[in-house]
């Protein structure tokens, strides 16, 4: 990844995706949050990362709202991966649904 960005300055490095903007928290401080956003359909996140995946895109990080929250996040991250991009969150880590 480094060599990749040194090599080239000809695509994107990074790229910053909110996949949901819903959140559980509502801390004073945030406004990058809202309690009633549906989260962006999984096939639109796949438009998208296939589009930054074509631009050459480093690294892409997830965010929202709180993206543990996207009921296909998990796929998402599959998505990204198998097109050889790195990827992280920013997550709260507190919202992770009970198993049935």
Same mark, same amino acid.
């Given at each position: 990844?480094?060599?990749?960005?040194?090599?080239?300055?000809?695509?994107?490095?990074?790229?910053?995706?909110?996949?949901?903007?819903?959140?559980?928290?509502?801390?004073?401080?945030?406004?990058?949050?809202?309690?009633?956003?549906?989260?962006?359909?999984?096939?639109?996140?796949?438009?998208? @990362? *296939?589009?930054?995946? /074509?631009?050459?895109?480093?690294?892409?990080?997830?965010? !929202?709202?709180?993206? $543990?929250?996207?009921?296909? @996040? *998990?796929?998402?991250? /599959?998505?990204?991966?198998?097109?050889?991009?790195?990827? !992280?969150?920013?997550? $709260?880590?507190?919202?992770?649904?009970?198993?049935?």
């Amino acid at each position: 990844m480094i060599a990749k960005g040194l090599a080239s300055k000809d695509h994107v490095i990074l790229a910053h995706i909110i996949p949901t903007r819903r959140c559980n928290l509502s801390c004073t401080y945030c406004n990058e949050f809202d309690d009633v956003s549906k989260p962006v359909p999984t096939h639109v996140m796949f438009q998208r @990362l *296939d589009q930054l995946a /074509a631009l050459g895109t480093t690294i892409i990080t997830i965010s !929202g709202g709180e993206p $543990l929250l996207h009921p296909d @996040l *998990d796929r998402i991250v /599959a998505h990204i991966r198998r097109r050889g991009i790195a990827t !992280g969150s920013a997550s $709260l880590a507190r919202s992770c649904p009970e198993s049935n």
